[in-house]
């Protein structure tokens, strides 16, 4: 169990962490005590897989919702959704063994959506900074551009997440991980991933952002619908990144603690609790999309509290309308 423990600290996703740490908690222990340590990381996945799903479905059902950033909303519900699938096949591969093709598929789902989020984060922050600084631009560019830039981010998203899908394979005691060739390329793709799946994209972030609300608050007086919306969008952009700064950042600490030294930093407990932290991600977003967004409260409102909703209240207001008008074929 030493010698395991000892091999746990030379990857560096937190999901290879996880992996050991259940599969080794369901041969220690009771299968009922096995059972209960998964009962958090099942509801986690529920919650998740049902609020993505449900955002999806609103996003499609209503032709009112499709303006360019629900267009990048609806690829982060779509990724938050792999994800969660992501966290089932975890849960999984305790009952029965992941074959090689399964556990392939579970890191290219992994370091898809790792990627992804923070990009489509990025991408959402642009969008608002063209439509202050350069409206007529902005109107020009529309939904198609969006899915086909979307696009592009899922296919970048692929491509940087290759080095680490490769070097996954299934151990000798059934564990799907990632085994790097040494410590040392542990470190550097410990690196690179910290650096473009977080930090990089967050600096841009906050620079657009910054940008975007010095313009706002001069152009504030105007109080238009076109305003509105932006600073809706805004506020909603910087709530949702902060979020993930809160639920990625333990988990980024944690890998590169583990890859700078060989020695354990923290008990089995603080890897269990850490590894759950970015699944809640996922769970929480859809929660946002509702308090923060008028056109996603609407909806909720009428499903959950059984409002009835006049044709006229949607959520769609005169500037979303122009905004469809002028990206209609």
């Not at 000798?172 to 040392?184: Q, R």
């Not at 996603?296 to 044709?311: A, G, L, M, P, Q």
């Amino acid at each position: 169990m030493e010698e395991d423990m000892e091999d746990l600290f030379n990857f560096s996703f937190i999901s290879d962490n996880l992996t050991f740490l259940l599969n080794s908690t369901y041969d220690f222990y009771s299968p009922n005590d096995s059972t209960k340590a998964l009962i958090p990381f099942i509801i986690v996945c529920l919650v998740g897989l049902l609020g993505n799903i449900l955002v999806l479905s609103i996003i499609l059902w209503s032709k009112k919702m499709w303006r360019t950033m629900n267009v990048f909303v609806f690829c982060l519900a779509l990724g938050d959704l792999l994800y969660m699938l992501c966290l089932l096949i975890l849960v999984i591969e305790l009952m029965s063994p992941l074959g090689t093709f399964l556990c392939i598929l579970y890191w290219i789902l992994t370091a898809l959506t790792t990627f992804s989020d923070v990009y489509f984060l990025a991408i959402m922050s642009i969008s608002v900074f063209l439509q202050m600084y350069f409206p007529a631009f902005s109107k020009k560019l529309g939904i198609k551009v969006a899915a086909v830039t979307s696009l592009g981010i899922w296919i970048m998203s692929l491509l940087l997440a290759i080095p680490f899908f490769v070097y996954a394979h299934v151990d000798e005691y059934s564990n799907c991980l990632i085994h790097w060739p040494d410590n040392f390329w542990n470190i550097v793709f410990t690196s690179y991933r910290f650096a473009l799946a977080f930090l990089a994209p967050l600096i841009l972030i906050t620079v657009f952002l910054i940008l975007t609300q010095c313009r706002v608050r001069r152009q504030d007086q105007t109080m238009d619908s076109t305003m509105t919306v932006v600073k809706e969008d805004v506020v909603m952009i910087m709530v949702l990144s902060l979020i993930f700064i809160i639920f990625w950042l333990p988990t980024h600490v944690l890998e590169i603690m583990s890859g700078l030294t060989s020695d354990r930093q923290f008990s089995d407990g603080s890897y269990y609790a850490i590894s759950i932290v970015p699944y809640l991600k996922s769970c929480v977003y859809p929660f946002v999309y509702g308090f923060l967004s008028r056109g996603f409260k609407h909806w909720y409102n009428r499903i959950f509290c059984c409002r009835k909703v006049h044709e006229g209240d949607g959520p769609q207001k005169d500037s979303e309308r122009q905004e469809d008008k002028s990206t209609a074929c």
